[in-house]
């Protein structure tokens, strides 16, 4: 790999711009894509591998490319800076997830409580409308406050987020349902809502509710049949 | 690949090679059968010995260094084959009856 690419990947990176590295095999001729000036096909072959995030080798006419996607990490938005979320932050970073806690009360989401994590003290509802949540965006609501959960779930609603979860009861998220039903949302909607939160592995402790948070979130983005809710009786 | 498990492992090669060591990156290109680790894990080696990120469980790693110690050397890139029907299948195949290629390159 030359320095040129290198350098050039460090840039995608920090700009949080997916790029997909080509090398050829086995000379290991290498360039980045989406480039115009690369064959349309190899562009073509890049953009799904993007779209897949799942690397992997392709046969273009009798050349085999290796295709790696870079793609920028996925994201968690976590309204409610509790003390689940205090195990949750450090546990999501290892498993891809940029990290935001969402709590306009500083006496909780303060740099103390949360060392090293992207902090936003706006409003939820604000802050869903900055950061735009989508495909690759997962909405967690844990502060059990209608005043604070239900503007980011009303949000999160109208977004392309590809989890939805909110801590809770049982009895909890069915009170949370009729009020965001209040505000329009359809059942159907209200279906993406994980409520409560996370597989269920009977969890207790704020660690174990996170870990089973994060075993939900692997579970949808991987695929797997424990990321599938049956629909609410 | 998410960037935060393949890309730390490049940056930490690239810290290496800025540190002035000689580096060699692989990574695997494809996967049949079992293969623990998914195209574009990576392993970054240094010629002194450091060793960063995984390729396998651990079946190959210790074969794709040495491997890594050739292209470090030669600067030519190489494409590895691991299988159990590899000949080599004996000495350094994976346990779990998976097949994995896996692409050395040097830091230049």
């Known amino acids: ?233 | 690949m998410n960037m935060s498990d393949s890309e730390d492992i490049l940056a930490t090669a690239a810290g290496w090679r800025a540190a002035g060591e000689l580096v060699a990156v692989a990574t695997v290109t494809e996967t049949w059968g079992s293969s623990p680790r998914p195209a574009g894990s990576r392993l970054a080696v240094t010629k002194s010995g450091k060793i960063a990120g995984s390729v396998s469980g651990g079946c190959i790693e210790g074969a794709v260094a040495e491997a890594a110690m050739k292209t470090i050397e030669s600067g030519t890139p190489q494409l590895l084959d691991f299988g159990v029907t590899h000949e080599r299948a004996w000495e350094v195949g994976l346990a779990c009856g998976g097949k994995v290629k896996v692409f050395v390159e040097k830091l230049s």
């Open chain 1, 1 to 233: 790999m030359t320095p040129e690419i290198l350098a050039a990947l460090e840039a995608a990176k920090a700009a949080k711009r997916p790029v997909v590295l080509a090398t050829r095999l086995p000379d290991g001729a290498q360039c980045l894509l989406p480039d115009p000036a690369q064959p349309a096909d190899l562009n073509e072959a890049a953009a799904k591998v993007l779209q897949s995030d799942e690397s992997g080798t392709v046969r273009l006419g009798d050349t085999d490319w290796f295709l790696h996607a870079h793609n920028p990490p996925l994201r968690l938005i976590v309204v409610g800076a509790v003390h689940i979320a205090q195990a949750l932050a450090p546990f999501a970073g290892p498993c891809g997830f940029s990290v935001t806690i969402v709590d306009p009360r500083r006496s909780f989401a303060s740099d103390e409580r949360f060392p090293g994590v992207t902090i936003s003290h706006a409003w939820p509802d604000e802050a869903m409308d900055e950061f735009v949540p989508d495909s690759r965006t997962a909405v967690v609501t844990l502060t059990h406050d209608p005043k604070l959960d239900d503007p980011a779930l009303d949000k999160a609603l109208k977004s392309d987020a590809f989890y939805i979860g909110a801590l809770g009861s049982r009895r909890t998220h069915a009170a949370r349902l009729g009020r965001l039903k209040a505000l329009g949302h359809t059942d159907e909607a209200m279906a993406r809502i994980r409520g409560p939160v996370g597989l269920n592995i009977e969890a207790v402790t704020a660690p174990e509710i996170a870990l089973s948070i994060i075993a939900e979130l692997v579970a949808v983005r991987r695929g797997s049949p424990l990321g599938e809710r049956k629909k609410p009786a």
